[in-house]
């Protein structure tokens, strides 16, 4: 039987994470959860400590990429299953990741989500990142920036360590690419916290463009 550890990212997710930890405990034979508490301000820790033992507690936001490589040495398992914090109850669509990439039909397989409930940005940052993977030599993808993966020990061990900031998912399906690893979309259901047209949504937005098109260069010279 595979073993599986889950890693949950997380910052000021205390309205969600518990609903989160919940729906990821219904799935089968998890090992472990790592919740790694990126600075957080709120008591996203404390509601964590109450659903696994496995919290790693950061003393100051790194983001997103830094914060899933402070899980690494904590991770012992065959298939390793990456989720955000604020999925909710829509966690244990992570289920269908996980059959994908058991039954060997990926090594890594990434959550494509429904078409968002309301307008966000002008598709420019995910433009840039279906670009990149596609001249890396992907075919199909809709969903590049996806955050919700699960991968074969092997497909960590070439991925890591991680891009930090936001543009950790793309480096990491282009190194994937590049080591010539099988990459899947899987439709599910999942749903998570979306950024709207509003000032804080553009500069998010901003700051994952420039993160994206950093990775691109950076892999472009890593070539």
């Known amino acids: 039987m595979k073993t599986i550890n889950v890693v949950i990212p997380a910052f000021n997710e205390a309205s969600r994470i518990g609903d989160t930890l919940k729906a990821v405990q219904e799935l089968n034979n998890i090992a472990k959860i790592i919740v790694v508490n990126d600075g957080s301000t709120d008591n996203t820790a404390d509601i964590a400590r109450h659903h696994t033992m496995d919290v790693i507690n950061l003393y100051e936001n790194i983001g997103k990429g830094g914060a899933m490589n402070k899980a690494l040495s904590y991770i012992n398992a065959d298939i390793i299953v990456f989720l955000d914090a604020d999925l909710g109850e829509t966690a244990n669509e992570a289920g269908k990741l996980i059959d994908e990439v058991i039954s060997g039909h990926a090594d890594l397989a990434i959550a494509a989500f429904p078409p968002p ?5 002008f598709g420019l940052v995910k ?5 990149a993977l596609k001249k890396a030599g992907a075919n199909k993808v809709t969903a590049p920036l996806s955050g919700q993966r699960a991968m074969t020990k092997e497909v960590l061990k070439a991925v890591t360590p991680f891009s930090e900031a936001y543009g950790v998912e793309l480096a990491m399906s282009i190194k994937a690419l590049r080591s010539g690893f099988k990459i899947i979309e899987v439709p599910t259901t999942m749903k998570h916290n979306e950024t709207g047209r509003d000032l804080a949504g553009f500069k998010h937005r901003g700051k994952q463009f420039l993160d994206v098109l950093k990775v691109i260069i950076y892999e472009k010279g890593a070539k």
């Open 127 to 131: 433009g840039l990142a279906v670009y």
């Open 117 to 121: 409930q309301k307008k966000g940005g």
